[in-house]
């Protein structure tokens, strides 16, 4: 792999070039930043940077699961509703009023911009806040954040801000695109690109998808080893756990009992064995955090 020396302006660099063939699997390279622009209002100079330029990719993004949506304003949906009623879309997304429509409620609600959220964020962080919102926007910009200067606070000319990467003269950071078009709506379409497909929408029935399922099942995993564990502990001799077991777990058990490679019984227990068992033990429910 070559190793390129450059020099942008008086600030040394390395670029390294990538095969993007040869990272499957490794890093993966995210998209730069197609401005690094800079855009001004009557007092602020507004500079974007995307967050990161690699993310891991051993954990499945959240953009995998979701579905393009359109987003709307508040004015329009009388009139629009009748689409969405067409394609079954229970929640529509009206950014440019900070509210979304429940057609199922018949009302408006706030859009937090907790709700918006990176295409790169893990699957499983995505399902975590599904269970305090009733939908999430993947914005496909939603890595940019945003850095504001106040100009009467600064000596760097706008050039300089729009290469600068230290904190020197920022006034403060705003996190996200949908937080910017709350604070400063006049400078959004010079900072972020178009893109027809830039929204897509997260409903709590996307966890029946496949790709949800790949993504939970190195979790169900280790939570199974986490009460095999704990019923070991318990009950550290496998006999008096056979009367409660049995089926294809039991048979397995029978097999290995008595070989070189015995192991306890709970390491063949399913869920639903392991839930039967924790559910007659006052121990292990107090383990499990059950009062």
């Given amino acids: ?50 967050k990161a330029q690699f993310e891991y990719s051993g954990a499945i993004p959240i953009d995998e699961i979701s579905e393009v949506t359109d987003t709307e304003r508040k004015a329009e949906m009388e009139d629009l509703i009748y689409k969405y009623h067409a394609k079954d879309q229970r929640f529509v997304p009206l950014l440019f009023d900070g509210e979304y ?31 305090e919102y009733p939908f999430l926007i993947c914005d496909g910009f939603g890595d940019m954040e945003f850095y504001i ?24 950071t705003i996190e996200s695109p949908y937080e910017l078009r709350q604070r400063y709506p006049s400078v959004e379409e010079d900072l972020i690109p178009e893109s027809p497909d830039r929204f897509r929408i997260i409903t709590i029935s996307d966890i029946n998808k496949k790709r949800t399922k790949d993504a939970l ?20 001799d496998s006999e008096s756990l056979s009367s409660a077991v049995e089926g294809r777990a039991l048979n397995n058990w029978q097999e290995n009992k008595g070989t070189e490679t015995e192991v306890h019984i709970s390491e063949f227990l399913g869920l639903y064995h392991m839930e039967s068992i924790i559910s007659n033990s006052n121990k292990l429910l107090s383990d499990c955090g059950f009062q």
């Fill in 217 to 236: 099942f190195p979790y169900f995993g280790q939570f199974a080893g986490v009460l095999a564990d704990l019923i070991k502990d318990e009950y550290p």
């Fill in 1 to 50: 792999m070559d190793i390129e020396d450059i020099q942008d302006r008086d600030h040394p660099y390395i670029r390294i070039p990538i095969d993007e063939e040869a990272i499957e699997g490794n890093p993966q390279l995210i998209r730069s930043n197609p401005s690094e622009s800079l855009a001004e209002t009557s007092d602020k100079y507004v500079v974007s940077r995307y």
């Fill in 101 to 131: 429509f429940d057609i199922k409620e018949d009302d408006f609600y706030e859009l937090p911009p907790e709700m918006l959220i990176s295409p790169v964020t893990a699957l499983i962080e995505g399902l975590t806040l599904l269970t």
């Fill in 149 to 172: 200067y106040d100009k009467d606070n600064i000596t760097m000319s706008p050039e300089e801000l729009a290469t600068n990467v230290d904190d020197e003269g920022r006034e403060e």
